[in-house]
């Protein structure tokens, strides 16, 4: 049925109103005059309109043999004109088309699972299909977030502590120089005046931005019956099959981090050990956040979304340097844009626990508490040190967005990063910040600061 406009509709009805007359008129003089043909008017003038329509019909191009009989509502254009076949065949095509492009999403891939996943109520970064009654957002894997390429921009709220700057923070001056009297004496600290970034095969991060074109793997293990992780057991993650040659054999350790802007969350374990055959990765632990959430642990009370859940609160995504983060790093001239995780020398487990983590090691009788946050100093110019590429680019992470504490290093205090060949092109190395940065350019902010 076609919509007609306000006044194509009047003129029409006004036009049967008018023949309706004339013929009630022609009653009344009880005109019963037949025409030339010798035929009741009535009659003549039924085949008349027969055979103009027949006419129009030929000269619209219907095929021979069909039937043209249109429905009122179809009868008229928008203008009040007859269609003809062609341009209602063109119609129908065209509002086909349109319904198939209203139906379809922003941009679905051919190769996406058909399972969902469900994100926080005001999710700004996972992939959105649906809102359910109870306010939820409900996450397709149409893939229409995850980018060409594997990459993902910034995961979780803007207002999370993640993202959150330093670079206005105030700072805690007592606290501040007990961190370089403590840097300054440790025994694993000694000579090693710089954070060191952890690129050793045996010890560095695997890691991979998910595409809606890459294989599902889960986890497997009893270290993921915990129900907050059961949607890694079940549902998965997308992770291309070269990731699994990336985790070391026989040694400890053996960290992943996999964020899937498909499903729309990050996964993180430990003492992966992947099997191809299966796709699945038996673990020792394991973590999850949800990147419509503010990206803090669900134990946490400042947390917005209580199905996240990591160890002592461990954010997974500070836990390693993305190459297309630090590629848009470098281009751009500024850090990563977010906080990064620090493995430290030694806690203090007498000091506690400070927001964003949740929990503690115990046994330590170093410096600090888990969760405390430390920055280079805002008036420090990174590139007058000599700084450059990607190792600037750190540095700038560490003065812009800072670094907490959260784990034990078991030696020197370091940042996480992934194997070498993930930043070949680049000048990251361990020591690329050696010589150039020293911790005495450091401070340390008050605890649970965010900004």
């Given at each position: ?130 809102t359910s009654t109870s306010g939820s957002t409900t996450n397709g894997s149409t893939g229409s977030t995850a ?59 695997s890691y991979h931005v998910g595409t809606a074109t890459d294989p599902v793997w ?234």
């Amino acid at each position: 049925m076609h919509n007609h406009t306000p006044s194509s509709s009047r003129g029409r009805h006004s036009a049967q109103a008018s023949s309706h007359a004339t013929h009630r008129a022609a009653t009344r003089r009880g005109d019963s005059r037949r025409c030339r043909l010798g035929l009741p008017l009535s009659v003549a003038l039924t085949a008349l309109t027969a055979a103009l329509l027949l006419a129009v019909a030929v000269m619209s191009g219907a095929p021979t043999g069909t039937s043209q009989s249109v429905a009122s509502g179809d009868a008229l254009s928008d203008a009040g004109h007859h269609l003809t076949w062609k341009q209602r065949k063109a119609r129908a095509a065209a509002r086909a088309a349109r319904q198939a492009n209203a139906a379809a999403p922003a941009s679905t891939s051919a190769a996406s699972p058909s399972t969902t996943a469900t994100a926080p109520t005001g999710s700004t970064t996972a992939p959105t299909a649906s809102t359910s009654t109870s306010g939820s957002t409900t996450n397709g894997s149409t893939g229409s977030t995850a980018q060409a390429g594997g990459t993902a921009g910034l995961v979780y709220s803007a207002d999370s502590f993640f993202r959150s700057r330093v670079t206005n923070a105030p700072v805690d001056a007592a606290r501040t120089a007990s961190f370089h009297a403590f840097m300054a004496s440790h025994p694993d600290q000694a000579g090693i005046t710089w954070p060191k970034i952890n690129m050793n095969p045996d010890w560095a991060m695997s890691y991979h931005v998910g595409t809606a074109t890459d294989p599902v793997w889960r986890l497997a293990g009893g270290a993921t019956s915990d129900p907050h992780l059961a949607i890694l057991r079940t549902q998965g993650f997308h992770m291309a099959d070269s990731v699994a040659d990336t985790f070391p054999t026989g040694t400890q350790d053996r960290p992943g981090v996999m964020v899937d802007p498909v499903f729309g969350y990050t996964a993180q374990f430990a003492d992966a050990v992947p099997n191809k055959a299966t796709r699945t990765i038996t673990v020792s632990s394991a973590g999850i956040m949800w990147h419509g959430s503010n990206g803090l642990d669900g134990r946490n009370p400042a947390s917005n979304d209580k199905r996240n859940f990591t160890s002592r609160g461990r954010i997974p995504d500070a836990m390693v340097i993305r190459r297309d983060l630090l590629d848009q790093a470098i281009a751009k001239g500024t850090g990563l844009g977010h906080v990064l995780h620090l493995f430290f020398v030694e806690t203090n487990s007498a000091d506690g626990v400070a927001s964003p983590m949740t929990g503690a090691e115990n046994g330590q009788s170093g410096w600090g508490a888990e969760g405390e946050r430390i920055r280079i100093r805002p008036d420090i110019d990174l590139a007058a040190r000599g700084l450059t590429g990607a190792a600037l680019a750190v540095a700038r992470t560490l003065q812009e967005n800072g670094a907490y504490i959260g784990d034990n290093s078991g030696s020197s205090t370091q940042i996480k990063a992934s194997q070498p060949s993930a930043y070949t092109g680049t000048n990251l190395t361990t020591d690329a910040l050696k010589g150039k940065i020293s911790w005495a350019d450091f401070e340390v902010l008050p605890r649970g600061w965010k900004g």
